[in-house]
T-cell receptor
Framework: GAVVSQHPSRVICKSGTSVKIECRSL??????MFWYRQFPKQSLMLMAT?????????EQGVEKDKFLINHASLTLSTLTVTSAHPEDSSFYIC???????????FGEGSRLTVL | DAKTTQPPSMDCAEGRAANLPCNHS???????VYWYRQIHSQGPQYIIH???NNETNEMASLIITEDRKSSTLILPHATLRDTAVYYC?????????????FGTGTKLQVIP
């Protein structure tokens, strides 16, 4: 299946700093990618839809100015958590799909810990 | 998107078949049934999907009832590595451009 890679897999930062997470589609072009957040023992929650060359679409309750999404190329989407706080500590996962069969391929996830 | 209902947890003995049920009684005609699983601390993994016919691949089999209101994912010979949370999702097939909404899934524990 198609491969989606995330980096970094783990990051620890101080409160108030910004953190960027990269999501790359390695063997397919993704005009659309999705960002999820997962808190411990909970399911994945969709944060936003990232569209190549245009603004991201955010789910209700997700602050667009705090979670900056950039999708400048067909193989790279980035999520920047700005002015991170301990409550932003979570597992962030991206995904992308292929036009052939509709299934989504997920990155390995990035675990953010804000001290 | 149709809502799906799954049991919160199941146990299965290693080597036996694991049968994971999913109810999707409000599924519409253009919605497929997708199954994903998430092993602890990893991103979800696609398993299989189908519209109305039963499907089989190297990972699992998907049995969809004739009225499409429920389905069963079958792992024919469960191994310890199959311990994961399994998500059943009803979504239109829009070429990977449709956002996927995850429910709570079924936590499958494979027991030695």
């Amino acid at each position: 299946g198609a491969v989606v890679s995330q980096h970094p897999s783990r990051v620890i930062c101080k409160s108030g700093t910004s953190v960027k997470i990269e999501c790359r589609s390695l063997d397919f072009q993704a005009t659309t990618m999705f960002w999820y957040r997962q808190f411990p023992k909970q399911s994945l929650m969709l944060m936003a839809t990232s569209n190549e060359g245009s603004k991201a679409t955010y789910e209700q309750g997700v602050e667009k100015d705090k979670f900056l999404i950039n999708h400048a190329s067909l193989t790279l989407s980035t999520l920047t958590v700005t002015s991170a706080h301990p409550e932003d500590s979570s597992f962030y996962i991206c995904s992308g799909g292929t036009p052939n069969t509709g299934e989504l391929f997920f990155g390995e996830g990035s675990r953010l810990t804000v001290l | 998107d149709a809502k799906t209902t799954q049991p919160p947890s199941m146990d299965c003995a290693e080597g036996r078949a694991a049968n994971l049920p999913c109810n999707h009684s409000t599924i519409s005609g253009n919605e497929y049934v997708y199954w994903y699983r998430q092993i602890h601390s990893q991103g979800p993994q696609y398993i299989i999907h189908g519209l109305k016919n039963n499907e089989t691949n190297e990972m699992a089999s998907l049995i969809i009832t004739e009225d499409r209101k429920s389905s069963t994912l079958i792992l024919p010979h469960a191994t310890l590595r199959d311990t994961a949370v399994y998500y059943c999702i009803a979504e239109p097939n829009s070429g990977g451009y449709q956002k996927v909404t995850f429910g709570t899934g079924t936590k499958l524990q494979v027991i030695p």
